[in-house]
């Protein structure tokens, strides 16, 4: 299947600086990728869809200005979280689909990104 | 939007013995159901989906069913292994690459030797 590669795997950071996830897509290119987020023991919430080119699509309830998203090109997004505080901490994972698969529908995902704020 | 449920929370079964999960979905307008298999601290992984002009699709141990009339689909894992423990998750969305994908809450499988 296809492959999508994220870092960092985890990461800690103090209190209020920004932390800068990247997800590719290694082998196929994605349109469109998504940003979820899981706290332990539960599902995986969308917090917004990234498109390549232009504005992000951001879920009820989810901050755009504190949950930056940029789609430059068909292969990277990036999530970066402005001003981290310790709620903020949680297990970020990215997801996309290949535009090359006839079906468009099998959602490939990153291997995720623990975020520790202290 | 969608709204996905699943069941049970938690399941623990003997090794050998089958395992069940079921989820039901909202939107009517909702047409791929994949399923997730996810493993502590990792990725999730797709294991099988289905489509709604199917109504049953098995691979090896592992089969789906959905019922579009009535708007749920269950996974079914026969001759369970050890190596099945994991969570699995449910999912609901339309067809098309930007189409968001809408999980169920997990199901915690364990499987007893």
């Known amino acids: 299947g296809a492959v999508v590669s994220q870092h960092p795997s985890w990461v800690i950071c103090k209190s209020g600086t920004s932390v800068k996830i990247e997800c590719r897509s290694l082998d196929f290119q994605a349109t469109t990728m998504f940003w979820y987020r899981q706290f332990p023991k539960q599902s995986l919430m969308l917090m917004a869809t990234?498109?390549?080119?232009?504005?992000?699509?951001?879920e009820q309830g989810v901050e755009k200005d504190k949950f930056l998203i940029n789609h430059a090109s068909l292969t990277l997004s990036t999530l970066t979280v402005t001003s981290a505080h310790p709620e903020d901490s949680s297990f970020y994972i990215c997801?996309?689909?290949?535009?090359?698969?006839?079906?468009?529908?099998?959602?490939?995902f990153g291997s995720g990104t623990q975020l520790s704020v202290l | 939007g969608e709204n996905v449920e699943q069941h049970p929370s938690t399941l623990s079964v003997q090794e050998g013995d089958s395992a069940v999960i079921k989820c039901t979905y909202s939107d009517s307008a909702s047409n791929y159901f994949p399923w997730y298999k996810q493993e502590l601290g990792k990725r999730p992984q797709l294991i099988i989906d289905i489509r709604s002009n199917v109504g049953e699709k098995k691979d090896q141990r592992i089969a789906v069913t959905l019922n579009k009339t009535a708007k749920h689909f269950s996974l079914h894992i026969t001759e369970t292994q050890p190596e099945d423990s994991a969570v699995y998750f449910c999912a609901a969305s339309l067809a098309g690459g930007y189409q968001k994908v809408t999980f169920g809450t997990g199901t915690k499988l364990q499987v007893i030797p």
């Open positions: 990234s498109n390549e080119g232009s504005k992000a699509t951001y």
């Open positions: 997801s996309a689909r290949d535009l090359q698969d006839r079906t468009n529908e099998k959602l490939f």
